[in-house]
Each structure stands twice: as structure tokens, then as C-alpha cells.
């Protein structure tokens, strides 16, 4: 069973994107680039995101466990 973890690969700040596109099998160039729409649409992807990185655990045998 797959689980929502961040990425210790592709990450940029924290590795929330590349954590969700992992789960959901997608380029994390699509899911950076919905979160940035998001963003800007009506800016509440930067809270999610912030919430996002402390809720979501990190990936076995990262740096951050």
C-alpha cells in the first residue's frame, strides 16, 4: 500500500510536491506548476502547502526522519 510521504528525491523546499507526485504517479513538474496556479488563483497554496510539510511525514531513510 502506497503512502503519502515526502520525497527525499524531488524536492525543492521541503519535498511536498515531489511527495504528491509520487503517490499520485505524476511528473512533479505538473503538480509544482498546479500548486503555483493555486497559488496565484487565490493564494491559498502557500497555507496548504505550509500545512502540507508539517503534517505530511517524511520518506524512510531520508535525512529529515
Known sequence: MKK?????????LAG??????????????WIRLAWVILTLIGGSGILLYI??????PSAPGSEWE
Open 51 to 56: 500545512i502540507a510539510a508539517i503534517i505530511m
Open 16 to 29: 511536498v510536491c515531489g511527495g504528491f507526485a509520487e503517490y499520485l504517479g505524476f511528473d512533479v513538474t
Open 4 to 12: 503519502l510521504t515526502k520525497s527525499s528525491e524531488q524536492k525543492m
